[in-house]
């Protein structure tokens, strides 16, 4: 017993569970931890090294990660310019019409991304009633 007192004594030092409601989770966490201390034993016997759970774990994962975090990010979206006065006379001109049974997204300059059913018929775009004095009718 006293090898597996030391395991779990070094799985209770770095330990990645988490709080979950499926039943399997604790055992994956669990099996997962056995096997990174397992491997770091065996580099740490086989290599002659002599490196920490801890930076082990972190060269693991960057190891593990690889290619896979240089992924390109989307870019924010833009902060829409002040409404000019001529932008200001075009917000008036929404004609909005009840499409029923067509839900789209809210296309509003705040990006809100709620479902909508009124179009306008001029420039086609789903807008709340609320938002469409926001968005230049182009």
């Known amino acids: 017993m006293r090898f597996v007192d030391t395991h779990d004594q070094m799985i209770s ?3 990645i569970g988490r709080v979950s409601k499926k039943w399997w989770h604790p055992i994956f966490y669990n099996l997962l931890d056995c096997t990174i ?11 002659n090294c002599d490196i920490e ?14 290619a896979y975090s ?8 833009p902060i ?7 932008d200001k006379l075009e917000l008036k001109n929404h004609a909005m019409k009840f ?14 991304g709620e479902r909508v059913e009124s179009q306008c018929q ?3 775009k ?5 938002h469409r004095h926001k968005v230049p009718c182009v």
């Not at 201390?37 to 290599?47: F, G, R, S, T, Y």
């Not at 240089?70 to 979206?77: A, E, I, L, S, Y």
């Not at 499409?99 to 809100?112: F, I, P, S």
């Open 13 to 15: 030092l770095y330990r």
């Open 37 to 47: 201390i397992n491997a770091w034993i065996l580099m740490k016997d086989h290599n």
């Open 53 to 66: 759970q801890n930076q082990f774990r972190i060269r693991l994962a960057t190891e593990l990660i690889g």
């Open 70 to 77: 240089c992924r390109k990010r989307q870019m924010p979206t």
């Open 80 to 86: 829409p310019a002040p409404l000019t006065q001529s």
């Open 99 to 112: 499409m029923k049974n067509n839900k789209r997204r809210c296309e509003c300059a705040e990006m809100c």
């Open 122 to 124: 001029n420039c086609h």
């Open 126 to 130: 789903f807008l709340h009633k609320d």
